[in-house]
């Protein structure tokens, strides 16, 4: 191979290598859209999850102030009956 055609296969492969890179490169505006939706919904999924536990974190802490009430009820109950702990 001589200087000249080697330099004619490099162009080529450079061109060739250029042309899929730009092929590679472009997406179609419906799957982007698609995408940013999709996106979306997690989005929407995932706050309504948080809302969720935030709402069982709150009913967790009402049970717990609940029992807390009924173990000092107890208590005092027992210690009027005259029961031992």
């Not at 490169?25 to 929407?44: F, K, N, V």
């Amino acid at each position: 191979m001589t200087i000249t055609s080697c330099s004619i296969a490099f162009v080529r492969l450079g061109s060739t290598a250029v042309a899929l890179a730009l092929f590679a490169g472009c997406r179609s505006p419906q799957q982007d859209a698609y995408l940013i939706e999709q996106l979306r919904q997690m989005a929407d999924e995932l706050n309504a999850s948080r809302q969720q536990t935030a709402d069982i974190q709150t009913q967790l802490d009402s049970l717990r102030v609940v029992v807390a009430r009924q173990d000092t009820l107890l208590t005092r109950l027992a210690g009027m009956a005259g029961v031992p702990r």
